[in-house]
């Protein structure tokens, strides 16, 4: 019988993946109502169409939230970032805007997502897709040669993507030496942009990522992806853009900012103590992020300290404010205050952020709806956070027992990732499966064999023991 996540998502209380686009009645005929009068052609509303934004996003995405386009300006850049804009849309205290809050953001499972908007919306009237007039938060961000951040500006305007590009894609036309034009200095401004961040302490960490996928078989199995170098690059302008509204907020000050402190004591204690043992050179004086972005993610040593450095990314919060900001302001994986602004169709909080940059920008009042909104919004936006982890994390879980069952007692080839006293997580090369490795001693960052001990469906978990 064929897998399925069908008791996965009755657990985690989502719909079944054919209903996952199911709202209720007054949510859809509203949203319905909303994509007819979408886009509104307000004369007062500034004609963008004549700039060539394009969309980067994985081949065949529809809910298309951020289109670039970018300049070279002297030795610097220009970014002329448009970003969906739901604040005309969407009614506040309407249906969709109720049904928005209850759900945070889109759920993504192997079988399907779980939308945050009706389909009608985030994949159509309000999507910036290709040759679609659509309104816009559209930012412009001067970046000088050394990377830094100059002039800021976001305003609402009309715009129309020239290109839908997929990562994959861009990364070819880069490889070749003839991207697309809209994009061709993203290489130039990315690397910039992340070795400026680097410098200022930002935990970049270039793990390949476990993903679920499915074979020509129709069975699931999990892979690992590596960023390319357009995804970091595509990464960097986001982020430059979340950086820049967070500095906007905190000016004014009124906003949300998206908070993670520095690293604790222990964290950075034991990340240097891996970085030892894995015989990692550390240069005096240099911070976890500098020695990170020297590492090559395809040796063993480099994924084990890696892994090592997510421990310096935990309590990432949410901080809402009006009037004085927050104690602690600083986002330490980004280096910097940021904001979230960019993701508005997958993410409740960037429709809240966006309206308070554009209404500070524009020299008018904060709407008192986003005023109001400004408390709650933390709490909803960690609970979904915590609910999107969740079913991420135990999708791949289930799956790494479905490729491992029946296979009890076979010996598998691994790279140990972090050793404790018991034992320690390992990382098979085939199939590429996390999980927990008994036997004391493990050589943290080396190749071992190990015996898979058990493959337990209803827990979800596999362990192995060292050969």
């Not at 309407?94 to 919306?121: F, K, M, S």
């Not at 960490?205 to 078989?217: F, K, S, Y």
Request: charged share 25%; net charge negative; aromatic share 4%.
């Amino acid at each position: 019988m064929p897998h399925d996540f069908a008791a996965l998502r009755a657990e985690l209380e989502l719909p079944p993946p054919g209903e996952s686009d199911r709202f209720p009645d007054d949510v859809l005929a509203e949203a319905r109502a909303i994509a007819a009068r979408v886009p509104v052609h307000d004369p007062d509303v500034e004609d963008a169409t004549s700039i060539p934004f394009v969309t980067i996003d994985p081949p065949g995405a529809r809910d298309l939230d951020q289109a670039m386009f970018l300049e070279r300006v002297g030795d610097g850049f220009r970014v002329h970032y448009a970003i969906a804009d739901l604040g005309t849309a969407i009614p506040p205290g309407g249906a969709v805007d109720a049904e928005a809050r209850q759900r945070g953001q889109t759920i993504y499972l192997p079988d399907g997502r779980v939308p945050l908007h009706p389909a009608e919306l985030s994949e159509g009237a309000l999507s910036l897709l290709a040759g679609q007039v659509r309104s816009a938060a559209v930012w412009t961000i001067d970046v000088d040669a050394a990377g830094e951040a100059g002039d800021v500006s976001v305003r609402r305007a009309l715009v129309r993507s020239v290109a839908q590009l997929d990562y994959d894609g861009v990364q070819a036309t880069f490889d070749a030496g003839d991207p697309h034009p809209s994009v061709e200095a993203l290489g130039d401004l990315g690397r910039l942009r992340l070795g400026l961040r680097v410098s200022l302490g930002a935990i970049e960490i270039a793990l390949p990522e476990q993903e679920v996928v499915r074979d020509p078989a129709a069975e699931w199995k999990v892979r690992m992806r590596r960023r390319t170098d357009v995804d970091a690059w595509n990464a960097e302008i986001s982020l430059l853009t979340g950086m820049a509204a967070a500095q906007i907020m905190l000016t004014a000050g009124v906003g949300l900012l998206r908070t993670l402190p520095p690293a604790d004591p222990e964290a950075l204690a034991a990340f240097w103590a891996t970085a030892r043992t894995l015989g990692i050179v550390v240069p005096d004086a240099a911070t976890p992020a500098q020695v990170l972005a020297t590492l090559d993610p395809d040796q063993p040593a480099a994924i084990a300290l890696m892994r090592e450095a997510t421990r310096l990314l935990r309590g990432a919060g949410y901080e809402g404010f009006d009037g004085a900001p927050p104690e602690q302001p600083m986002h330490a994986g980004i280096g910097a205050p940021y904001a979230h602004v960019t993701a508005p169709l997958r993410r409740l909080v960037d429709r809240f952020g966006a309206e308070v940059c554009l209404a500070i920008c524009a020299g008018t009042d904060v709407p008192t709806w986003v005023r109001d909104a400004l408390p709650a919004l933390g709490q909803i936006m960690a609970a979904s956070d915590q609910r999107a982890s969740a079913a991420d994390r135990a999708a791949i879980d289930l799956v790494e027992v479905w490729e491992l069952a029946g296979r009890v007692g076979e010996t598998f080839e691994a790279v140990v990732i972090r050793a404790d006293d018991d034992g320690g997580e390992i990382v098979l090369t085939h199939p590429p499966v996390v999980a927990r490795c008994s036997g004391a001693g493990l050589p943290e960052g080396d190749r071992v064999t190990v015996v898979l001990a058990e493959a337990d469906e209803q827990q979800r978990l596999v362990s192995f023991t060292r050969a």
